[in-house]
């Protein structure tokens, strides 16, 4: 079940933040793509040494390679130290300096061989292969000891006159072999045919002895190269290969970086956000009873506000009747009549809560009767259109409780309206007054259901006075908005107060789940779009007479 509740969290940010996302991949990819256009063109040439002897020499062996492997790896490290590259730039005469040029130049041994590859990145095939070819030349030449160099070059040479002078003779001695072949072919006596015959085997005899000679000397050779010694195997070729980036590659490449930083201001946008975001989060961070949530209302008018008369059949209404069933299925084992509505602070939604869910109260056959306590700031009157001069603070202050002449009858059927009346020098003190606990227990006994629209908790003690005095108290927070910290306090505070939390409200959701838009569409397919108004409210800001209303309270003033 958590891991279900996460992944529709992850769900909701990311259809939250889609749009960044995808601005993100965007500007990434163009980004890259912009950054590989303004790019130089650059060439790459390579340059293969050997290290040591060659491998076509009789007798190598693999000591002899994994000691060469070892030098290889030396030379590579050599290769991008400064007296090797300096040496490159001065002979070359490079404008840059030598650290400049080792990022230019990879110098890797080829694995599990004795070559060496020089890889060397400039802005033209030209001078690619040039400093290519200078770098392992440097190494060259630095691989050399000058004494043995000259002693084995004297050596070499010697050795290879002789392998020059028995490879001559091997060669005509085999001529004069095939012309003796030849001739034995002929009609010859017997006499000519022995001589002939005595001079191949004597002749068989000396390419044999040339040939082992010339075997023994060529080891000789072989063998007067150094481990250590250095030897272009393949050089820089001249159509070096382009080394620009691939456009197609750095856009890809671009757009991940661009998704990859939208994601972590997502992230950090989350993280940072300490507010109470969906309905979940009353139960999993406040640990109240999620008693529903309610969509953004459309419109700012007083008129739009009080959408459950005014669209019955719509989405948002039936939120508030969801609410309404969650408060009945509390009540079954107590007594819930009297119900607070309130938040943690100010223009979260609690008195268009309270006024709606009033509506759908009445509209369920209750007698209800909504009660506005915020007496500092009242609005009730002014969503059900009521005058305002007479109401609860009058109320309080007379000397007998007469409800009728302060109790308005609304224009929804089972619906009346205590409005606050003039606003007072001390709410708190009235609203905490003995009489207002009489009036709490006197409006509980003439009507099914009463609500009451308090201020919120951090802002005044109003709420926390009346708190204790009704059945329970409901939380009202405004998801994106509210702030955990603000919601916590104020359960702590009710607590404190001994009032009887019932639950909380997510309210002006931004969000529509598709069972509600499902929901929508199968009304709408029966005739219910909720164009038609259940009742019909004058939306005339002049409040109308309240001695055009009626009043049904019979009891007996106290």
Known sequence: MNDSMELNQYLAIGKKWWWLLVLGLIIGAAAGYFINQQQPSVY??????????SNQAPNLNNADIRTEAQIAR?????AQRQPILQNVVDTLDLSQPWEVLRAQV???PVPDTQLLEITVIAGSTEEAKLIADEVANQLIILSANPAQVQKNSENRQFVEQRLDNLRAKIVAGQKRLSTLDQAMSGSLSAQKVQELQSEINELEGLIADWENNYTQLFIFFESEKPLNSLAVFEPARANAQSAAANPLRATAMGGAVGLMLALAIVFLIEYMDNTIKTADDIKQVLGL???GRVYQIKGNTYHDKLVTSQAPFSIIPETYRMIRSNLQFMSVDQSTKSILITS??????KSTTAANLAVVMAQAGFKTIIVDTDLRRPVQHELFQVPNNRGLTNLLCAPRFDLKPYIARTTVDNLYLLPSGPVPPNPSELLGSTRMERLVDLLSNVADVVIYDSPPVLAV???????NQVDGVVLVVQAQKTRIKGAKQSIATLQQAGANLLGGIANRVTSTPPQYKYYR???STNGHNGSKPLIRLDTNSTPKDHTKHNYEYNHKPV
Do not use: F, I, N
Not at 45 to 53: N, R
């Open 44 to 53: 790459r040439a390579t340059t293969t040494l050997m290290v040591g002897s």
């Open 74 to 78: 030396t030379y590579a490290s050599m």
């Open 106 to 108: 990879t110098v890797v």
């Open 289 to 291: 009873t999620s008693l």
């Open 344 to 349: 943690p602070s100010p223009e979260e939604g």
């Open 461 to 467: 003690a109003d709420a926390l006075v009346l708190s």
């Open 521 to 523: 569409q199968e009304y």
